[in-house]
């Protein structure tokens, strides 16, 4: 990092107001980058997608069947899972549900922050044309021509 990631970051902070106000951190992130890369000729690398990423997302789990086969079955590291690619929160939801990678109770009404969170994911089928930790062949497909994921 340097002086101008620095002033980004401290910039993206300071501008909750308008992650409020656009409802998304994406679209706030992406205009502030662009502002920079212009203005302070800041340099964005970014992380390529499939084989080899290290940080995958919703391209992969949408896009690449057999990455998510190895991702599944511990083959291939990955540091952080980032459901990108994915139309709303309900689905990213239901999706890291059957990923065995969403640990936070059902009810959150009665817990504090720290004690929302499950000791081991509750693994739930909801689709069977998505990747998932178990096989979900009974569940419904949510894609047109959507076969099993496990087939």
């Not at 789990?61 to 291939?76: G, N, P, Q, S, T």
């Not at 239901?94 to 065995?100: G, N, Y």
């Amino acid at each position: 990092h340097n002086t101008i990631t620095q002033f980004f970051f401290g910039m993206l902070v300071r501008m909750g107001d308008v992650i409020a106000a656009t409802k998304s951190h994406q679209a706030t992130l992406t205009a502030l980058l662009n502002e920079f890369a212009s203005w302070k000729g800041l340099r964005v690398k970014t992380w390529r997608n499939g084989e080899g990423n290290l940080f995958p997302g919703g391209v992969e789990y949408h896009r690449h069947k057999d990455y998510m086969r190895e991702l599944i079955a511990e083959k291939i590291p990955a540091y952080v899972f980032h459901m990108s690619w994915t139309t709303n929160k309900d689905n990213k939801k239901l999706f890291l549900e059957q990923m065995a990678e969403w640990y936070t109770k059902e009810d959150t009404s009665s817990c504090s922050p720290l004690d929302c969170c499950l000791p081991k994911p509750n693994i739930t089928c909801h689709y069977k044309d998505k990747p998932s930790k178990i096989p979900c062949k009974d569940s419904p497909s949510i894609d047109k021509r959507g076969r099993s994921f496990w087939i």
